[in-house]
């Protein structure tokens, strides 16, 4: 397992150039999407949330909301409750291309595990499931804020 870490690197970061690649002439880049799926997926969510969620640290959450708030994506707004807080909804051009990023994020998946049994496609998501849930369990001891 000696490189077991740097095969998920590359993993990552392949899929990042991939999204990017499909999704340039949105004016998105591939780093981009977790933070639409994010908003979509819940309207008024806070950027510390957010920046939970997705494991990030709380400064990439501000300058990539603040670039996609720039280019239509998303809108933030004071929290009313909480002065310290801002909320993110999504934009219409955030929701239009909602289906497309989740259509990219499938044809990868195909991509990747194109070579693969269906049994070891099920075993893998079982594997890198876990995985996620033990990098998860590491994220939430600490305070949830990744150091990058």
């Known amino acids: ?24 002439a949105y004016g998105l880049n591939g780093c981009q999407t977790p933070y639409i799926l994010g908003v979509c997926r819940e309207p008024g969510i806070t950027q510390d949330e957010l920046a939970r969620r997705i494991c990030v640290n709380k400064s990439n959450v501000t300058r990539q909301i603040a670039a996609l708030e720039e280019a239509g994506f998303v809108r933030r707004e004071p929290s009313e409750t909480d002065r310290r807080a801002v909320l993110v909804y999504p934009e219409d051009k955030a929701i239009e291309v909602l289906p ?29 499931e876990k995985l996620a849930l033990r990098a998860a369990r590491y994220q939430n001891e600490r305070g949830g804020e990744q150091r990058q």
């Open 100 to 128: 497309r990023i989740r259509e990219i994020h499938k044809e990868w998946r195909g991509y990747l595990t194109e070579e693969l049994t269906a049994q070891e496609r099920e075993l893998a998501e079982v594997i890198v």
């Open 1 to 24: 397992m000696a490189g077991f870490m740097r095969n998920i690197s590359i993993i990552a970061r392949c899929a990042t150039q991939f999204r990017s690649d499909k999704l340039g």
